[in-house]
């Protein structure tokens, strides 16, 4: 089993940045697949970003260019360092573990998931 716990969720106003961070614990190594998927409030899940256990990272387009993915593998966390935020980007955001490659638009396929972590951005 893998347990997935974020942190760094909050509340701010358009244009400013946030750090999410998802720490990993349990039967997890370098070779899993870590990702960010977010839903915001009657909207299905939407994968943010990935990044491949050999480093290779995919962006969701509409966040490419500000938000900034990354893993820490010896310590097994998972960042996601989000700049210029816009109020589009309001939305619960959990990160996700699979064995093997990752998909962006294939949440579906992620055997593990973290609880979630809120991120409001105003206008």
């Known amino acids: 089993q893998v347990q997935l716990v974020e942190s760094g969720g909050g509340s701010v106003q358009a244009g400013g940045s946030l750090r999410l961070s998802c720490a990993a614990s349990?039967?997890?190594?370098?070779?899993?697949?870590l990702a960010w998927f977010r839903q915001a409030p009657g909207e299905g899940r939407e994968g943010v970003a990935y990044?491949?256990?050999?480093?290779?990272?995919e962006y969701l387009p509409s966040v490419k260019g500000r938000f900034a993915i990354s893993r820490d593998n010896d310590k097994h966390i998972l960042f996601l360092q989000m700049n210029n935020l816009k109020p589009s980007d309001t939305a619960t955001y959990t990160c996700?573990?699979?064995?093997?490659?990752?998909?962006?638009?294939?949440?579906?396929?992620?055997?593990?998931w973290g609880m979630g972590t809120q991120v409001t951005v105003s206008s």
């Open positions: 349990g039967a997890i190594d370098s070779t899993y697949c």
């Open positions: 996700a573990a699979r064995r093997g490659f990752c998909y962006l638009y294939s949440p579906e396929n992620y055997e593990y």
């Open positions: 990044v491949e256990r050999d480093g290779d990272i």
